[in-house]
């Protein structure tokens, strides 16, 4: 696709661009350079020598130091953030799977559809915490021991499938249906053409439902308050931890999960010229 | 397994009967089989959102004991709050920060969407862009918003970058507790939910016809209100529900960047939590979630975004 | 030894000391405990007592499952717990709020213990998910300080019956406890003194418009006002009977106050959490703030100049304790981690925040330990409880221990304890008011 903006403005676009990114990327880069604080030092600046302590901690979660400090937080943050991870990609995969379903049927309309829409979309109207409360007392219950994957992934799904929803139902609106229509009158099945025009089709609209669910799942922190039960997600301990110390381990996790995410995104984008390189090649 | 499709007969050939049948049925019934698509997620739904719901709704009409709630029925709780000032003080001043949050993320936001639409010209370079934009949400929240204070406070970065330069004299202090630093924060927090709607729709729009205009002699503000408005608004509309959404559930940005002296209808509810007043606390989350539905009905009477 | 509550006699003594030459060996948590001289064998007689290093308890088939706060629940000390006794222990850090409001709501039943702040207990124990506790099972309960026993004791408030009330079933038999303390402190203000360049020795300097702008206080609608009212009485500025539990027409008045002193621009921001203050303190974002003892501590870890008030108002006190659920399954594990937290290591680990443990069991581990002076010529004990007084003088008194002197001299200038008001939601109504106004 050629670009068509006159060639003077391209560039203020590009800046602009720039501009945002550098916003979004200026609390890691502050981050980065406080993760190294010295051992004494605390998560403001100045920085009081230069040590990667704080990497030793979160990979030797509860070992003291001789600089520990008495009340620190010695949780073991990678254990939750893989719990965080692997929960996230569950909830990303149920919600994208059970949304495009829905979509499907919303396309065509079904009796009591505007109902039905509404009640989805009340998974991220009603406020997080009450959920929690509503959940929790309900489990109680039921006698359900809390897990952060038995009981943490409903709540996560529940979370994520409406976004899931908006975004298929976003791609589907006035959507070209030519093919669609090409295809069934040359005889497919409707389960033909979903599974081999319209899904390939969709693609863009199910990644980006893949995206939104795990980043929203990975986050999520209102709603898994009360019903994690003993090992938390991510959110949960980092939250844990800002309540009793602020220490630059935080820190070092975050420039460890950023570098981990340009590395996975690297790996997508190599892998991404590499299937189209094969493509053109095969043309 | 399958064997290709024959040209001419509209049957499936290769499956076995009983199958057929049953993919024939769901054929003449589509209603059947849109309901079946459906059910899944609305029992998920139903199940763990609408039982809390139904929770919150009914203990919201009881009475907070002191150690948990009392079913005496009773209208108190609602009477209490919406006949304080403070309730409508606090929703207007809500509002008043969802919509502005919204404003100032589709300003941001049109921008770099066209940006990565049109400028960047490889496809990977895009998908590298909007992957960049995402990749930040992945390290927690917290962790971010707690970088605030030695960026923008007064001894962060920021400010000892231009008292250096010379370019202020004091340390600014509107740079964090304040409602504008709230402001920022919540922008910075949410325009990834707008770009990537926005870039979505855009790459709908029909490369034939953005040339069809500017060889029409249309300025770029013109293409912009004529066609590409118009053209995007599935993308502006999901992208304003999310916001919208967030923003009314939105309290911890309020307590952290914003000082927590503005507070917000979200807030109230964690507060009367504190103090193990569920039945006022339930009243709240029960308001909170009418005003929302409210506000979503109305946003998607501007354009529906199920309208096919 | 200090007086306070000392009911040890001297056969206990030597038998503390013995175990303390046991505990002496306990090596491997770093520069933070005891580093050791030759251990002494002794038999012990409990499985919390302790055990020389590097022995290791046999399993058992109970294990302890804690909740509390990220003060009182870590991993260390869990570590420890096991090692002594065998039982498998782990514990869930989170908020007050949380933590309560999941034991309401019944996780009770997936913990054995939770280690909760006085004024929240009253909640639970109302509602029956506690289990009260004979005080003969509570073997270091024999050298508990007569705050914790007796009504005659330094800092016992009379109108309000605290602490006794919130710990015993009933306070004048003290049979059987309600709540078992854990630790406590009393709380004031601490300040940049480098910045303010003069000390703050009244609650008034936060709502003092010298300081406009440079004030953080507590989001918190109970406590918060509490200081304020307390300030407001002892100075004449309004008619307040009692300051930790106010009418709702007290209540007016003080938070009126507040507001009129937010819409001047009094406060710089309210802080919710205690990483927050340590951070608004230590870069100078907030001058002075009604933060908690360890702040102060953690603040000054950093080589800033910051000290904890000593107000005339008087202090704020409070105190933590471990309640055990009802219907637990692994009740003597429960009695055991009661036991360990008074026992004397668990408190002497904590002091060093400034926190104070209800028995004087700990003295000796505090004794043998000088970490905190920065010239190492007085041990911890001396440092945190004696505050750099004693009866005894020593070469080099007073010394300039901890900022606000000590037991004895805190404990003397109490101005209320933090109990629960009975109109707390009237307080939270107003407070909300205040937080939009």
Known sequence: MASVARPLVRPLYLAYLGFILAVLYFPFVVMAILSFQGPRGGHTFPLRGVSTIWYWKLFNPGKLTPYSDVGEFLGDYLASLQRSVVLAVITMLISTALALMAAQAFRKGFKGSGLVFYLWLLGIIVPGITVSLGLSLWFRRMDLPLHWLTTGLPVHVMWTLPFSLIVFLMFFNRFDTSLEDAALILGATRWKTFRYVTLPLMQPAILTSLLFGFTLSLDEFQRSLLITGTDQTLPLMVMASVTTRITPTLYALGTLTTLLSFAVVGAYLVLLTYSLRKSRRLQ | ?308 | MSDEGTRVSRREFVHTGLQLGAALGVSGLGGLTIVGEADAQTKRQYPWESLPAGETAPPTKLQLRTIGLGVSVQDRFLREFERRTGHKATGKVTGLTPMITEWLAGAYRNYDTNETNANRNAALWNAKLLQAIPVDKVVPWKSARDLFTSPKALGHDEVSGWPLVEIWVNPKTQQEFKLVPQFFNCDSIGYRYDLIKEDVTSWGSLVDPKYKGKVGILNDSLLTPGWCAGYMKKNNLAQIKRSDNMTRKEVDTVIDFLIKRKREGQFRAIWEDYGQCVNMLASGEIWLADSWNPVVEDVKKQGVVCKYAFPKEGFTAWFHGVAVAKDTPNLQAAIDYVNFCLEGWWGAQVAPQGYYSPTTTCESYLKASKRTDPQGRFNDYEWWYLGGESEEPKKGWPIRGRDTGSFRKRWSNVMHWMVWPDDADYYAKRWNDFLSA
């Open chain 2, 1 to 308: 397994m399958l064997e290709p499709i024959a040209k001419a007969p509209a049957v499936e050939v290769s499956t076995t009967l009983v199958v057929r049948r049953r993919v024939a049925f769901l054929d003449r019934h589509p209603g059947v089989a849109s309901w079946l698509l459906v059910l899944p997620g609305t029992l998920w739904m139903m199940l763990f959102v609408g039982i809390p719901l139904a929770s919150i709704v009914l203990f919201s009409f009881w009475r907070s004991g002191f150690a948990g709630l009392v079913p005496d029925y009773n209208v108190e709780n609602y009477a209490a709050l919406l006949g304080g000032r403070t309730f409508w003080r606090i929703t207007l001043w809500t509002y008043e920060v969802v919509i502005m949050a919204l404003a100032g993320v589709i300003v941001l936001a049109y921008p770099a969407a066209y940006a990565i639409w049109r400028v960047v010209r490889d496809d990977r370079w895009k998908t590298a862009v909007l992957l960049l934009c995402i990749v930040p949400f992945w390290t927690s929240y917290l962790t971010r918003t707690i970088t605030w204070l030695p960026m923008f406070g007064r001894e962060g970065v920021v400010n000892r970058v231009l008292l250096a330069l010379g370019v202020i004299g004091e340390p600014l202090e509107i740079l964090l507790y304040t409602p504008y630093s709230m402001m920022w924060g919540l922008w910075s927090l949410y325009i990834v939910f707008m770009i990537g709607p926005l870039y979505h729709s855009m790459t709908k729009i029909d490369e034939d016809v953005m040339s069809a205009a500017a060889m029409l002699g249309a300025t770029p503000v013109r293409t912009f209100f004529h066609i590409v408005l118009p053209l995007t608004r599935p993308g502006l509309m999901a992208g304003s529900l999310f916001v919208m959404v967030l923003g009314l559930g939105e309290f911890f940005t309020e307590r952290v960047i914003g000082g927590a002296q503005n507070p917000m209808l979200a807030g109230l509810i964690l507060r009367q939590i504190d103090i193990f007043q569920w039945a006022s606390a339930s009243a709240i989350a029960v308001t909170l979630t009418v005003l929302t539905l409210v506000t979503v009905s109305a946003m998607l009477r501007l354009f529906d975004l199920r309208k096919v």
